[in-house]
């Protein structure tokens, strides 16, 4: 079965202290590993896909990295902006075309 | 990046009506749309998967005659939550799958939040 786990569920931050958040995944057959960040009451807005092992992507103060049991979102010198919940989320063979969420890191910037 | 729009964005009912949510691909078509629910501090549960000119596939526990979809265009999804009770109140958000570059990008909709009384 297709599980993603991600750590830690709460994070607090002082703004510049750079930290990684984590999401660890089981799937058969891995077609994409997905970053999104999502405000409260509103949907998820698309950070980063990555497909392989090795692959990294950089947005702003984000970065994802991606291994084969474990992805990172790294984030350098946080804003107060920078706060919201981060999910992590994948899309494998067995599980048609939907994705796979984790629970989500609720990451807190405090200036 | 792509967008996908959800009306309406609030809805309050009485217990035992209907609600008809939808959700639109503004810029690019979409084959496949999905619908997930989310309850207060939980991640995104999927419910069905939409695949227009088709019949949804339902998830396992979801109610397909209590949660009605219809994909009736490349850019039109609807969810109809049928004889709505307090428990249905959650926040309903639909994707939609862009298709770019040999790359599959599920974008996602605003959201809907449903409280019913």
């Known amino acids: 079965e297709d599980q993603v786990t991600q750590s830690p569920e709460a994070l607090r931050l002082q703004e510049g202290e750079s930290s990684s958040l984590n999401c660890s995944y089981t799937v058969s057959g891995l077609r994409g590993l997905f970053w999104y960040r999502q405000d409260p009451g509103k949907g998820p807005e698309f950070l980063f896909t990555l497909y392989s092992a090795g692959e990294e992507k950089e947005k702003e103060r984000l970065k994802a990295t991606l291994t084969k049991k474990e992805s990172f979102l790294h984030i350098t010198a946080p804003k107060p902006e920078d706060s919201a919940t981060y999910l992590c989320?994948?899309?494998?063979?067995?599980?048609?075309?939907?994705?796979?969420f984790g629970k989500g890191t609720t990451l807190s910037v405090s200036s | 990046g792509a967008v996908v729009s959800q009306h309406p964005s609030r809805v309050i009912c009485k217990s035992g009506t209907s609600v008809k949510i939808e959700c639109r691909s503004l810029?690019?078509?979409?084959?496949?749309m999905f619908w997930y629910r989310q309850f207060p501090k939980q991640s995104l549960m999927l419910m069905a998967t939409?695949?227009?000119?088709?019949?949804?596939?339902?998830e396992q526990g979801v109610e397909k005659d209590k949660f009605l979809i219809n994909h009736a265009s490349l850019t039109l999804s609807t969810l109809t939550v049928t004889s709505a009770h307090p428990e249905d109140s959650s926040f309903y958000i639909c994707s939609a799958l862009e298709t770019a570059s040999g790359g599959v990008y599920p974008f996602f909709g605003p959201g809907t939040r449903l409280t019913v009384l």
């Open positions: 810029d690019f078509q979409a084959t496949t």
């Open positions: 939409s695949n227009e000119g088709s019949k949804a596939t339902y």
């Open positions: 989320a994948v899309r494998g063979s067995g599980a048609g075309t939907a994705l796979i």
